[in-house]
């Protein structure tokens, strides 16, 4: 074991030159995923390449990102990158210095991907506007998916436990490799047509290729164009597909898309019930302030109605009353003594005055006695009128064959005026 003591640029420049040696390392291939990405404000481009086990640091220089990069590098590709592998002094860090970067077979997948979603995406098939809501409380849901697998019976478990009055109606679909997207396609169709309330169409998680036909244009033509409201619940939480961006509702999961279509009854009735126990609560509340108002207003309503007033009045008058009654017994004494002279005299004036008022009043009675009709009819005088109650008083007012009304004393009678005699 050797004693020497090496300084930490020592040991940097030392592992840096073994990678230079290196011839395998100068010149390498290297496939992933793409991870983060950074186009530079310098016309660098920085990001990291991996799979599931470990991580490469990775740069392309401006220099070489004309010639080597001919499409724009973005999170979740498949690459192939050419380049070197180097170290960096300051944090004793390797990475990978790219000259070319090409697009693997899955890579190629992902290409077409994005071709088509902005194909799609101009068209409005992503449109949120679009969009139908799916139905709260569904008689029935159809399912595109493989008869047999875990995402049928994820489906099954879920929608029988949240509800087991919901009818499943399924369609034995092919969801991977050659003729899926067609399956898929009729599937939809004739759930459609069958008429359910909701539609889920998917798969479990897997491989972009595997669930390549869910990123088929006519997988996406079918699911914009159905008139039942579409499920898409293909892969887990990092797959997204086509048909997730065209679908009414995307869900991460087969199970998760069951829970988003079928209602879970045992929480709406605890929510019935929550509801109903708040509305009472609150329904009880209102009714004890509406109460309350009520006493209040009626209590105003006494104070202010008319018998109220006028029972106050009255007691004020008694009131009043009273103390006159008192002032003139006070005074009565002073009264009788200093007026009762007085008195005399007046109650004599005014019997006097009463007197002459009352033979005044029968004398004039006599005179409107002698003037009356009816005592002029009782001496054999008669009153004649027209039809209409016009007092007739002139042969002026009549002609041959009118009907005319005669009142005596002691009723009346209807005549036709037969001839007409002018005063000689």
């Known amino acids: 074991m050797s004693d020497k003591v090496f300084s930490v640029s020592q040991v940097s420049f030392y592992v840096k030159d073994l990678f230079e040696r290196d011839m395998v390392l100068q010149r390498i291939l290297v496939k992933g995923e793409v991870g983060s990405v950074k186009y530079h404000s310098s016309g660098h481009v920085y990001f990291s390449l991996k799979d599931e086990n ?47 970067i090409e697009l693997d077979g899955t890579g190629k997948l992902f290409a077409e991907f994005e071709r088509l979603k902005k194909k799609l995406e101009a068209e409005g098939l992503f449109d949120k506007a679009k969009k139908k809501p ?68 998917g798969r479990g998680g897997g491989s972009m290729e595997d669930l390549w036909c869910f990123n088929d244009e006519r997988v996406a033509r079918a699911i914009f164009a159905c008139n039942t409201p579409v499920i898409s619940a293909v892969g887990h939480e990092v797959d997204f597909t086509i048909s997730d961006f065209v679908a009414d509702l995307r869900a991460a999961t087969p199970s998760e898309a069951a829970e988003y279509a079928v209602p879970d009854l045992e929480g709406v009735l605890a929510e019935l019930d929550a509801t109903a126990n708040f509305l009472r609560v609150h329904m009880n509340g209102k009714l004890r302030l509406t109460l309350d108002a009520l006493k209040k207003y009626e209590l105003e309503l006494i104070k202010d109605s008319p018998a109220h007033r006028l029972d106050v009045l009255k007691e004020r008058l008694d009131e009043n009353v009273e103390k006159l009654n008192v002032r ?69 007012d009549i002609e041959t064959g009118q009907n005319i009304r005669v009142t005596l004393a002691d009723g009346a009678f209807k005549a036709e005026v037969k001839e007409i005699e002018k005063a000689q």
């Open 134 to 201: 799916v139905p709260e409380f569904p008689k029935t849901v159809g399912i595109v998916t493989a008869e047999t697998g875990a995402a049928i019976h994820d489906i099954m478990q879920i929608a029988g436990r949240r509800d087991p009055y919901v009818q499943l109606v399924l369609y034995p679909a092919k969801v991977q490799g050659e003729g899926a997207a067609e399956s898929i396609v009729k599937g939809i169709e004739r759930l459609d047509k069958y008429g359910v309330d909701t539609i889920i169409v």
């Open 54 to 100: 470990a991580v490469i640091n990775c740069v392309m220089w401006r220099s070489t990102v004309t010639s080597g990069l001919k499409f724009r590098l973005t999170e979740g590709q498949k690459i192939v990158v050419t380049g070197s592998l180097d170290t960096y002094e300051k944090n004793s860090s390797y990475q990978l210095y790219a000259r070319k």
């Open 328 to 396: 003139i017994s006070r005074r009565l004494g002073d009264y009788d003594r200093h007026c009762e002279n007085s008195e005399k005299k007046l109650i004599s004036d005014m019997r006097l005055i009463f007197e002459k008022k009352n033979r005044q009043f029968l004398v004039l009675t006599e005179k409107l006695n002698g003037l009356s009709p009816l005592a002029r009819l009782t001496n054999g005088y008669s009153y004649v009128s027209d039809e209409e109650g016009k007092n007739i008083k002139s042969l002026k």
